[in-house]
């Protein structure tokens, strides 16, 4: 795997340190669910002399390469970094740091540019690599892409890509993974990418999106079990935010954000004396930020408050 770690835009950057200072605490403690490149750790950090960060990421690479810009930056006393699946950080607090309460958390769910373009971790079809599709590539126990594509039976495939793809071909595509797996085991991105598209219909091959776009954001989701990573973890940041506090949520598709949209609003209607939804509607990235960065386009934040 590659450890060279690439650069990354940090999506609405100005707009999350914003929600994340809001409130006047005398504490200024944060947390950064995703530290990926560290955008938005080290403006944190270097938000006011007090600022403490406590960054978790899953991915070797992330780590490696935060622990040496950390370094790099004499921010040692300041960011604190975790290499932990952001649901295991809440114990970890507890069993570690009990004191702390955080004047704002983040969660940045989205994947980091680094692991787009690192193509031998297979999250892209835009060249050949084996299907893995795991962010902690270290961790044995998970099951790769590969092994759910060779492994679980037709119906399984299907109802997988349509639920965490939307995609409405997904019979198509799951008939046609299983008739080439007859064959030989499916262990490449090319692969997979030349299955989508030829089970499409020949009239919708080259629209918009790719053929292979929703199946591979379907197989990432269920390799790393995003969903439900983040259905059981958004409660328990929100528990450990200071009175005050604010936990801010960047999503990147539909997904996502109606989990977020509902726990927020199961928070609020569980106690309407705690919590205090801020954004309505989700705050979008302004026409400049997707003209630099275009992967930024699908991008919703949402923040809520703990208010006593």
Not at 20 to 29: F, G, K, P, Q, R
Not at 52 to 67: F, H, L, M
Not at 270 to 288: F, G, H, M, Q, R
């Amino acid at each position: 795997m590659s450890k060279n770690y690439g650069k990354h835009y940090s999506v609405m950057y100005k707009e999350c340190l914003d929600a994340l200072t809001l409130n006047d605490s005398s504490s200024e403690i944060f947390a950064d669910m995703t530290f990926g490149a560290g955008g938005h750790t080290f403006g944190l950090a270097n938000s006011s002399d007090k600022a403490q960060v406590y960054s978790t990421d899953q991915d070797p690479d992330a780590i490696k390469n935060g622990n040496e810009r950390i370094k790099e930056n004499s921010l040692e006393g300041k960011v604190h970094l975790i290499k932990t699946n952001y649901t295991d950080f809440p114990q970890w607090v507890e069993q570690n740091k009990p004191e702390l309460k955080f004047q704002g958390i983040l969660m940045d769910l989205g994947v980091s540019s680094h692991q787009f373009d690192t193509f031998d971790r297979g999250f892209s079809f835009r060249e050949d690599a084996p299907l893995d599709m795991r962010m902690d590539y270290e961790n044995d126990e998970i099951e790769t892409a590969a092994d759910i594509l060779n492994n679980y039976d037709e119906e399984d495939i299907a109802n997988l890509i349509f639920k965490y793809g939307e995609e409405r071909l997904s019979r198509r595509i799951a008939a046609e993974i299983v008739s080439r797996r007859a064959e030989n085991p499916i262990s490449r991105t090319k692969e997979l990418e030349d299955i989508c598209f030829h089970a499409y219909p020949k009239k919708m091959r080259f629209g918009k999106t790719h053929p292979a776009t929703r199946t591979f954001q379907a197989l990432r989701i269920a390799v790393n079990a995003e969903l439900e990573v983040l259905e059981n973890t958004i409660q328990k940041l929100f528990d450990i935010l200071d009175v005050g506090g604010t936990l801010v949520i960047i999503s990147f598709h539909s997904l996502e954000d109606r989990i977020v949209k509902h726990k927020f609003k199961e928070i609020f209607q569980t106690d309407k004396n705690i919590a205090k939804i801020l954004t309505k509607k989700p705050l979008l990235p302004s026409e400049e930020e997707i003209s630099e960065n275009k992967r930024s386009r699908s991008a919703k934040l949402r923040v809520i408050q703990k208010i006593s």
